[in-house]
């Protein structure tokens, strides 16, 4: 069974820093694209980063480069994301998420979200 | 902002056939994927690629592209499929991904 799990995730003070982790299982982690997606309370999906499977390639939204880094363990089957220098405004679900080999601009399994709450 | 636009809600009744769009200039040499996501779940992929639904996902839900704006289509609505619908595809430069807004549908 192909399944995502996020955890890491919980409060944490403006300024301070967090790693989420995604662990994998059900299919040949180092084959795909990976990605974190996140989800402000009451508001939409917002794409954050991408690596690929042998972690060479990665790109990031404009709004968390330089502050939140992907990163991946393929020995591990896992993901990671750490996130710094965090704001009230990076209040969300964050989800791992898969990118499909047959179109790569699809997220083709979820993890079920892991919720980060950034406040005083 | 998200430069792929839809529109934030849109009702039908039990039963008859909606159509939930998203405009974007890259919609006009690619294809949109699309989720559904009820609400305290994770988004779940319904269709993507030129002509793609994944197995689990019915019949009635189909796609089209027509110039810029990609349609996801359900054809005969069930109360089930009541939630919110998000496009996504690759943004102008090919390097980032993008979300739409999102829209929700409300079956009467």
């Known amino acids: 069974q192909v399944r995502l799990v996020e955890s890491g995730g919980g409060w944490v003070k403006p300024g301070g820093s967090l790693r989420l982790s995604c662990a994998a299982s059900g299919f040949t982690f180092n084959d795909y694209y990976m990605t974190w997606i996140r989800q402000a309370p009451g508001k939409g999906l917002e794409w954050l980063s991408y690596?690929?499977?042998?972690?060479?390639?990665?790109r990031s939204a404009d709004s968390v480069k330089g502050r939140f880094t992907i990163s991946r363990d393929n020995d591990r089957n896992s993901l990671y994301l750490l996130m710094n220098s965090l704001r009230a405004g990076d209040t969300a679900v964050y989800y791992c998420?898969?990118?499909?080999?047959?179109?790569?601009?699809?997220?083709?399994?979820w993890g079920q979200g892991t919720m980060v709450t950034v406040s005083s | 902002s998200s430069e792929l636009t839809q529109d934030p809600a849109v009702s039908v009744a039990l039963g008859q056939t909606v159509r939930i769009t998203c405009q974007g200039d890259?919609?006009?040499?690619?294809?949109a994927s699309w989720y559904q996501q009820k609400p305290g779940q994770a988004p779940v992929l319904v269709f993507y690629g030129k002509n793609i639904r994944p197995s689990g996902i019915p019949g009635r839900f189909s796609a089209s592209n027509s110039g810029n704006t990609a349609s996801l289509t359900i054809t005969g609505a069930q109360a089930e499929d009541e939630a919110d619908y998000y496009c996504n595809c690759r943004d102008s430069s090919g390097l980032h991904l993008v979300f739409g807004g999102g829209t929700k549908l409300t079956v009467l």
């Open positions: 890259t919609l006009g040499s690619s294809y």
């Open positions: 998420a898969r990118l499909s080999k047959t179109w790569d601009d699809a997220f083709d399994i």
């Open positions: 690596i690929s499977g042998t972690g060479r390639t990665i």
